[in-house]
């Protein structure tokens, strides 16, 4: 099938942001309201919209905190700016004051123009919810941001990037978003284990299919492509920890990109992820260096898991727990760079996973320097909200985007960037190259691989 553009530009110079997979066709405008009505039925967001729809949300002290805003200067980039577009939809189209007032003045509501509007709007913004740090009235634009892309998903309006990987995920011959068949993450897993006995003189193992294993490991599969260092690092760590755990064949992705435009997605993953854990009667689900991956089971497996879902545990919170306990021994002079880090969003900005890897980092870096606006008030790398996953968005999460990112980094003087999270990693590693910065990116377990000693 033909890749095909949509059409979300307000203004005939500016080039669409994404592609998708079939353009909608027909009266888009009732459908967006229908499948907008339906998930107002099925879910609880109408509760959420029916509190913000009385707020104003015009205030704009969110425009002091957005990434985005602060390089395009384009109002309509304020965070409060695009959350008005959907409430204003909900207000109208949904509450029995906008129906009338719609009568009363004749507004026509929804129109092709103000979907366009929209549709392009939601995904220029990182979905980071910085701005919720500042609104004094309490409003998660991220979560709005997250239902109308959900809405525009139901009608077919959504990057084609996101919706073929998904498709493998949940309907593919490997359930999983870069189409790595078992037999190839087994050969990755074969050679890598070759190489940490050759790097560390010590047998270590990455488990497979053991059952009654106190962790089930889900790794984004890219690392099984690009991210060695970060996998051997982990299966390090386990090792020194003596920590039971294994690798699921039936399904080994801790991707799950329904965070970033649809829960029925985001439920369906993590469904297939319990099942895989009750498959080998594990007893917690382990996610590797994966933000969005961490925050998405973190917070929704109790809601899609079944019955007795099982408790997640992000690997920076497994290491940190095994250095506290004197499991872990560093050689104090492997690492001489000067190093400073990057706080993955989806882990960092509701304070979960902060100074963790801080202490983790100090412990062994004789050089360990922070970047501005560290901790919960960080700068997304500006590949959030699945937008890095999308190359055609590459020259906008370079100039506007992840330009903040880009200052940082320069600005810190540093020699390595830690950034424990597959998303940022990628993104990362396009800004440096992209800006020329004189930095090296790693993982947070690349790092620790270096210095680690093994008995």
Known sequence: MAVAEVAIEKKPDREPLYYVETPPAGPRVQAFLDAFAAILRHSNYRFVMDLYARTAA????????????????DPE?????????????????????GSLRARLWNDPGLTEEKLDELAESLWKCTACRRCSLECPLGLDHGLI????RW????????????????????????????????????????????????????AVKFPVDVEGA????????????????????????MHAAGTSWTIGTGNFDGINYGLFYSDWVLGEVLGQAAAEIRRLGGKKMLIGECGHASRTAKAFMPTFGGDNPPPVVNIIELTHQALRDGKLDFDPDAVTERITYHDPCNIARSGWI????????????????????????????????GSVSIDEMNPYRMTVGGRRKAEQLRASGADIVIAPCANCKKQIREIIDAHEIPIEMMGLHDLVMRAIRLK
């Not at 015009?58 to 200067?73: D, E, I, K, L, P």
Request: some cysteine; charged content about 20%; glycine content about 8%.
């Open 354 to 385: 902060v100074e963790q890897p801080r202490e983790i980092l100090k412990s062994f870096c004789k050089n360990y320097v922070e970047m501005s606006d560290g901790g919960k008030a960080n700068y997304c790398c500006g590949g959030g909200g």
């Open 77 to 97: 980039d304020i965070p409060c700016h695009r959350s008005k577009l959907l409430l204003d939809v909900y207000r109208r189209h949904f509450t029995w004051n």
């Open 145 to 148: 941001t997250h239902l109308g």
């Open 214 to 237: 106190e962790y089930v490991f889900f790794a984004p599969v890219s690392d099984y492509l690009m991210e060695a260092d970060t996998l051997m690092g982990i299966a390090a760590v």
């Open 151 to 202: 809405v525009l998903s139901e009608i077919g309006i959504i990057p084609k990037a996101l919706k073929v990987s998904v498709r493998e995920q949940l309907q593919g011959k490997t359930h999983n978003t870069s189409a790595v068949p078992v037999k190839a993450m087994l050969n990755s897993l074969e050679f890598l284990e070759e190489e940490l006995e050759e790097a560390t003189g010590v």
């Open 58 to 73: 015009q205030c704009g002290r969110c425009a002091t905190m957005c990434q985005v805003y602060q390089f395009s200067g």
